[in-house]
Structure formats: C-alpha cells, structure tokens
C-alpha cells in the first residue's frame, strides 16, 4: 500500500520518483503488483436491491482506480477499465446486472495479463457465474469484492510513495 504524502517542497516529487524507481528494479518477485491498492471495499454484503447497487458501483470504482494504478503496475490498464466508465452508475436492478457483469469480464481480462502486472494471476479470477437476476447479483457482487481484494493485496512489503497535491 502506496504511502501518501503532499507535495510540500520542490523536491517531494523527485524523492517520491527515485524510491519508486528503486522499487520497480529490484521487481515484485513471485508477486501479481508492486505495491498493494490503497483503496479497500466498505460497502455492505449485497442483500437486496439497495446494498446490490452500492456494492456494484464501489467495484466498478475501486477497479478503475486499480486497473490504472502505475504504482501497482508496470503500466496502466487502459482497456479494461471497469463498466461504470462505460455505462454509468447502477441505478436499479438492470443497470446493476450489467455493471457487475461488465465488472467481471473487465476483471478476469486484467488479471490475466502480465503486460500490466509481473506475474499473472490465475489464483483470483472470478468464476462465479454471471448474474441474471437479484439473487445471482448478490452472489457474484460479494464474490468479486473477495476476489478483488486478494488480488489487489498481493505485493512484497514495503510501500511505494504517490504524491497527491497540496
């Protein structure tokens, strides 16, 4: 997980650069990232219509953020960003069927790839059937946040930097 720092001085962003430099040679190992997502689920388990939706719309976030995270990365994912890019936040039972789908296909490319990541990931990959309906939703939304979040844990220790703006 990337420590986060301000870009208080004019050679913040050089240091920053240098140590994650350093950090990309020496490699990730055996690992799927160099350096662990920062960002991590909160959403409820989906249960009905109202914890589906904000379950599925965290997913489709939280993926756009990893898939372009070049501090996790050798490069950033640019085609398989998640589906709320593409089709905008659920907002019922339809629109959270197609995003959670769109989410799992965006996700099973990603972590097959080793053009983004060091080692592919054949351990995380979501099987979990594609959703119908409510009841599959459910199912496949709480299966990708656990997949999701193996995935994007695995990384050797020791932190990256991004620096964010004042």
Known sequence: MATVIRNTGVNVVALATAHNSVKAQIGAGAHFH????????????????????????????????????????KVADPTDIAADGVIGAAIDLASAITSINASKAAYNV?????????????????????????ASADTLANAMVTKVTAHMADAPSGASIRVIAM
């Open 34 to 73: 160099l350096d662990a997502c920062e960002r991590t689920f909160s959403s409820a388990s989906a249960t009905d219509l109202p914890t589906l939706i904000a379950r599925v719309n965290e997913i489709a976030g939280i993926l756009d953020f990893h898939m372009g995270d070049t501090l996790s990365h």
């Open 110 to 134: 990603h972590v097959a790839s080793t053009t983004y990541h060091y080692n592919a990931d054949a351990t995380n990959n979501c099987a979990t059937a594609d959703a119908t309906d409510q």
